[in-house]
């Protein structure tokens, strides 16, 4: 009889949690202040930095947020920076710059 409360307690354990990998709103959050602090560091004179964060965001995957908010413990702060400037510098996040006529970084 144990078997089924055992399987009872993980459904509801898992019921509570967020889907593995899936960033909740808290990272998102997180990665969008950190992508902003990024470009505050790299780019003291860019004043777009809130737009440049939101396009950035736009253009990562579920694990780049989360690495992005601090949730992978393998991240340091130059991983961050790097990542951040990477997606800044694709192709989509460069489109969505101009389309919201803000410059790209860099």
Same mark, same amino acid.
């Given at each position: 009889? !144990? &078997?089924?409360?055992?399987?009872? #307690?993980?459904?509801?354990?898992?019921?509570?949690? &967020?889907? /593995?990998? =899936?960033?909740?709103?808290?990272? !998102?959050?997180?990665?969008? $202040?950190?992508?902003? %602090?990024?470009?505050?560091?790299?780019?003291?004179?860019?004043?777009?930095? /809130?737009?440049? /964060?939101?396009?950035? $965001? #736009?253009?990562?995957?579920?694990? =780049?947020?989360? %690495?992005?908010?601090? +949730? *992978? !413990?393998?991240?340091? #702060?130059?991983?961050?920076?790097?990542?951040?400037?990477?997606?800044?510098?694709?192709?989509? *996040? !460069?489109?969505?710059? +101009?389309?919201? %006529?803000?410059?790209?970084?860099?």
């Amino acid at each position: 009889m !144990r &078997a089924p409360s055992a399987v009872l #307690s993980v459904a509801v354990l898992g019921a509570c949690a &967020a889907p /593995a990998g =899936e960033p909740s709103a808290a990272d !998102r959050d997180a990665a969008n $202040q950190a992508v902003q %602090n990024v470009i505050a560091d790299s780019y003291p004179d860019y004043p777009f930095a /809130a737009v440049a /964060a939101s396009c950035v $965001q #736009s253009n990562a995957s579920d694990a =780049e947020i989360l %690495n992005l908010a601090g +949730q *992978t !413990r393998a991240m340091t #702060s130059k991983g961050i920076a790097t990542l951040a400037i990477a997606i800044a510098n694709r192709p989509e *996040t !460069r489109g969505c710059l +101009q389309s919201n %006529n803000v410059p790209v970084l860099g």
